[in-house]
T-cell receptor, first 115, second 109 residues
């Protein structure tokens, strides 16, 4: 693989179900991020990780959890999905934080619908 | 609070020039990013400004005025493939990116 991948591409989920969105990068980037993108709103940061073994909360963390067991993988878990979590989810990575203008590389996104 | 404002939609003609404005209010400031996002795709990096002035990169240029909390993206010699959304994002004191909602640019022949 080259770059950053996400799985699944899309998913329809019943409310109350648990769901894990997967994200893997092969660029050896230290920092990884999860965003959600909703129509008419900017990308909103859910959780981030500056390096393997550490995570932090973003702007909209409620209802989501993450882990960073190694450099490459950064899964996002919805413990009990609700309809307001219907969105497009993007995973991104960067070589360090935004300092110095480190660009973020985005995965192709996961389109999640919660019914 | 932290806020990024940019126009929702703009229309321009193929071959012309268009300027997309962005104003920002953040807790601290560590640079301004522009990304391009085609419909149904992921955002891709266009430019980064941390000092005042104009940065030119081919047909695309980006300008920053830190005192005014203002940036613009200038696209020259517009091509149909430039039809996309353009996202402005400012890095705050913690280097987290605050994103605007994006400007949808429509190019007409």
């Amino acid at each position: 693989i080259a770059g950053i991948t996400q799985a699944p591409t899309s998913q329809i989920l019943a409310a109350g179900r648990r769901m894990t969105l997967r994200c893997t990068q092969d660029m050896r980037h230290n920092a990884m991020y999860w965003y959600r993108q909703d129509l008419g709103l900017g990308l909103r940061l859910i959780h981030y990780s500056n390096t393997a073994g550490t995570t932090g909360k973003g702007e909209v963390p409620d209802g989501y959890s993450v882990s960073r067991a190694n450099t490459d993988d950064f899964p996002l878990t919805l413990a009990s999905a609700v309809p307001s979590q219907t969105s497009v989810y993007f995973c991104a990575s960067s070589d360090g934080a935004a300092r110095g203008g480190n660009e973020q590389f985005f995965g192709p996104g996961t389109r999640l619908t919660v019914l | 609070g932290q806020n990024i404002d940019q126009p929702t939609e703009m229309t321009a003609t193929e071959g012309a020039i268009v300027q997309i404005n962005c104003t920002y209010q953040t807790s601290g400031f560590n640079g301004l990013f522009w990304y391009q996002q085609h419909a149904g795709e992921a955002p891709t990096f266009l430019s980064y400004n941390v000092l005042d002035g104009l940065e030119e990169k081919g047909r695309f240029s980006s300008f920053l005025s830190r005192s005014k909390g203002y940036s613009y993206l200038l696209l020259k010699e517009l091509q149909m493939k430039d039809s996309a959304s353009y996202l402005c994002a400012a890095a705050d004191s913690n280097y987290q990116l605050i994103w605007g909602a994006g400007t949808k640019l429509i190019i007409k022949p």
